[in-house]
């Protein structure tokens, strides 16, 4: 897999999440091997994790499916 493909995918993670939060400046996301990283501001970790984590088990359920199609498995990390 190319790096421009895993690029991709980490920003479409930083897509979904500035959509979600109250502060998109403060939406970071960092890929290390197949390991995303999302980071966001404290008062919106809630809005991104949602309820009873549904929000985010969406949203790794998508970053699977992106990997699916370029022979690749990602993971998603929420980090405070």
């Not at 790096?3 to 993670?13: I, K, N, S, T």
């Not at 309820?51 to 405070?80: D, H, P, W, Y």
Request: no cysteine; charged share 30%.
């Amino acid at each position: 897999m190319s790096e421009e493909q895993a690029a991709d995918v980490r920003a479409l993670v930083e897509q979904m999440a500035k959509a979600l939060v109250e502060s998109p400046g403060e939406v970071s996301v960092t890929l290390e091997d197949s390991l995303l990283e999302l980071r966001v501001a404290p008062a919106d970790l809630g809005k991104v994790i949602g309820k009873q984590g549904r929000t985010a088990r969406s949203m790794r359920s998508i970053v699977s499916a992106a990997g699916v199609k370029q022979n690749k498995r990602f993971q998603l990390e929420i980090v405070e």
